[in-house]
């Protein structure tokens, strides 16, 4: 397949041209949930990355077997067991992080994100670059996270990972930390990622 | 007296303290993408809440039948191979996730099936939203919220059964109802709108969201009011049967609670 991107143009993709969260809005879910703290923003970005890369290779490797109107049953049933895995580690090495994510470990069966990246390049390449697409995507994600992570964290809490970065006479922003704030620091970076690419096009012109 | 109180809490949370999107924002996808015109947004909610019931009815049956350790199901399989104390434990729950994702997708094939036979025009209404819906978060969401009280729980009393997770479920699809409708008459409105180039779309649903989560959280602690107001202490029934005044409902019980996961 010619017109297909090779590895190195895929994983530069995932990171900031095709960035998931910011670009393609996809798996806002655990996007908006686990942020309010770096620790758990950065947990489940290894977690998501660990599922997608796994989920991704093993996609490519039968995707010559895949019917086309049962792929989306395989392809969930293959995320769930990946899931399935990345839950009970974390419930055995980081019960107390496991228990702060609840619900949003097994939420990543259902993650927009990693089923478009098996069908959009998984099901049509092979594992080599299935995998440094997933890593790429990961890596974006992850980057997504932490930076809506440390938004929120400074201004709600001042701190960032335990540690002090405001002035202690800072008023914490409660808000910003509990749900609401979730859903106007996320719109507000997205109106800022694409007020950025607006100058970029203009000054290109 | 206990039961109705314990349901009517559960739809109360469900549907508008703790709603799905504002406060577990699951379910956001359709939030954002689908949420552009009135009658779009409420066939979608219908779906969701139809799905979900189904959906909540058969992860109920399977985690009680046969996920839990002592599960009749599981336990007569068992029974053939090994002593019946032996096959009391077996715990089949690990493999929870990967039986509701298909219990999810099959039953949104076998809804699909049977609308489009039965009621055309219904299935023309719900058109492409029909299979989105097995990756909707919420419906795994309300899956897992039941096993979580199901199987996770110590004391079998404490144990929910069908008709709490029903209403969960019902009322889970009405809250996410309520909220995509707001979002989608919003949305009506702003096309008309003056918004700043870089905000269109999703960035400006997405800030619109947030001051609707403000709005929803003005609930919180409505569900320990009324508790307080059905299940009154032995001092409030005293007072209230020496006829005097008491304020049911108390400001101080209104405390704003914890910010992930309760």
């Known amino acids: 397949m010619a017109d297909q991107p090779t590895a190195i ?60 109107h049962l792929r989306i049953v395989v392809f969930t049933l293959t995320i769930a067991t990946f899931v399935t895995v990345a839950d009970r580690v974390l419930a055995a090495y980081l019960f107390q992080m496991s228990k702060t994510l609840g619900p949003y470990i097994p939420l990543i069966i259902v993650n927009c994100l990693i089923i478009c990246r098996c069908e959009v390049c998984a099901s049509k390449q092979n594992p080599f670059t299935a995998a440094a697409d997933g890593l790429g995507q990961a890596l974006g994600f992850g980057l997504a996270l932490a930076s809506i992570a440390a938004v929120r964290e400074i201004l709600g809490t001042g701190m960032l990972m335990g540690f002090r970065v405001l002035p202690a006479l800072w008023p914490d922003w409660v808000i910003m930390v509990l749900p609401p704030g979730a859903f106007i620091t996320l719109g507000l970076l997205l109106g800022l990622v694409n007020y950025i690419d607006f100058k970029r096009e203009e000054a290109r012109k | ?116 036979k039965f009621f055309p025009p219904l299935y023309r209404s719900f058109g492409v939203f029909l299979p989105l819906i097995t990756t909707n978060c919420a419906i795994l969401f309300a899956c897992l919220t039941i096993m979580n009280h199901v199987a996770g729980v110590d004391n079998p009393k404490e144990m929910w059964d069908l008709g709490r997770a029903m209403t969960l479920a019902l009322f889970g699809g009405l809250g996410f109802t309520i909220a995509i409708v707001i979002m989608a008459g919003i949305r009506e409105e702003l096309e008309l709108c003056d918004i700043p180039k870089p905000f269109e779309g999703a960035a400006i649903t997405l800030v619109i969201g947030g001051i609707l989560a403000i709005a929803f959280m003005g609930f919180t602690g409505v569900d320990s009011g009324v508790k307080k107001a059905l299940r009154p202490s032995p001092q409030v029934s005293q007072a209230v049967a020496q006829g005097e005044s008491v304020a049911l409902l108390d400001i101080k019980d209104c405390n704003i609670q914890g910010v992930i996961m309760p």
């Open chain 2, 1 to 116: 007296m206990d039961y109705f109180v314990d349901i009517l809490l559960i739809a109360l949370s469900a549907s508008i303290i703790n709603n799905f999107i504002f406060y577990y924002f699951v379910g956001i996808c359709p939030f954002v993408g689908v949420s552009k015109k009135v009658e779009m947004a409420f066939g979608m909610g219908c779906a969701v809440t139809f799905v979900m019931s189904i959906a909540a009815f058969l992860s109920w049956s399977i985690t009680v039948f046969v996920l839990i350790p002592g599960a009749p199901v599981s336990a007569f399989i068992a029974g053939f191979f090994t002593t019946p104390e032996a096959a009391a434990q077996i715990d089949l729950t690990v493999l929870s996730y990967i039986v509701y994702i298909f219990a999810i997708a099959s039953s949104v094939q076998f809804v699909e099936m049977y609308v489009r």
């Open chain 1, 9 to 68: 143009e895929r994983f530069i993709q995932g990171i900031l041209p095709e960035n998931p969260v910011y670009r393609q809005l996809l798996g806002l879910c655990p996007t908006l949930a686990v942020t309010n703290g770096m620790k758990p923003a950065l947990t489940m970005a290894v977690s998501v990355a660990f599922v997608l890369v796994c989920a991704n290779v093993v996609i490519s490797l039968i995707r010559n077997l895949l019917k086309p």
